[in-house]
């Protein structure tokens, strides 16, 4: 599979809406992908509760480069992703009590975005087909949030 690239913009402002976990239920199933050379897969569960589980692996060579292990949970503001990453042997890359945290922004059907807390990154949850899943990075450049497409999933059967 070739990696992708697009481009897109959006406004720079922070909307202000509140959503819920149905807004990201699409996330829901098996993906893979490739990524640098080697493969990426992710799972998310279903909502459940107040919270959705997942992780991303990242192969290369046959042999694990990174993890990243997320929690989508429900709060007052809408849902909020914290997502820690470990090299192999589940050695964490952030502090022991610390975590990224991205705060849900908006959705529109198959897609939601959400702003890393220190507004330093923006990232878009997308599924644009049945079978593909997308997930953007965004860049704040002249005042408008410049998004690329990080990773590139097809579901597994």
Known sequence: MVFALTC?????QTPTTTGSLKDINFLDGRWKGNYNGGTIEASWTAPEGDN?????????DGKATL????????TEKGPVAHVKHFKPGMISLEEKE????YNFIEAKKNQALFEKDDISVRIIYERRT????VIRRGKLENNKWEFMDLFVFNRIP
């Open 52 to 60: 959705i589980v997942g992780f991303i692996r990242m192969v290369k």
């Open 8 to 12: 897109f913009s959006v406004n720079a």
């Open 67 to 74: 993890y990243e292990l997320f929690a989508f949970e429900q």
């Open 130 to 133: 049945q079978n593909q899943l």
């Open 98 to 101: 610390v975590s990224d945290t």
